[in-house]
């Protein structure tokens, strides 16, 4: 499994941002996809997860503010952002679990300015 990122930038805050991810290769089953991130200095931390039967779960400090979706055929998941912060200033990695194995995305760079 491929998966390519994309969406990242800059806003201030308050603003949004929309990830996207796209699965390529053996995607007939993907089991979930997730989102990671990571800020500087700071270790890589899960955002929120997003399973083939189409539950969500969100760290603490995004729900409410961020949603995980995906298409039906889970080839693609998305991370919507609203009311960013500067501490959500990070790199954005997207992450797929398929039959047994874990796989991750490039990271994408979302900037928070204040």
């Known amino acids: 499994v491929q998966l390519q990122a994309s969406g990242g930038g800059l806003v201030q805050a308050g603003g949004s941002l929309k990830l996207s991810c796209v699965a390529s290769?053996?995607?007939?089953?993907?089991?979930?996809f997730g989102w990671y991130r990571q800020a500087p200095g700071k270790q890589r931390e899960p955002v929120a997860f997003?399973?083939?039967?189409?539950?969500?779960n969100y760290a603490d400090g995004v729900e409410g503010r961020f949603t995980i979706s995906a298409d039906d055929a889970m080839h693609t998941v998305y991370l919507q952002m609203n009311s960013l912060t500067p501490e959500d200033t990070a790199l954005y990695y997207c992450?797929?679990?398929?039959?047994?194995?874990?796989?991750w995305g490039q990271g994408t760079l979302v900037t928070v300015s204040s």
């Open positions: 997003f399973s083939n039967l189409r539950s969500t």
């Open positions: 992450y797929a679990y398929n039959m047994g194995r874990a796989y």
């Open positions: 290769g053996s995607t007939l089953n993907i089991n979930f």
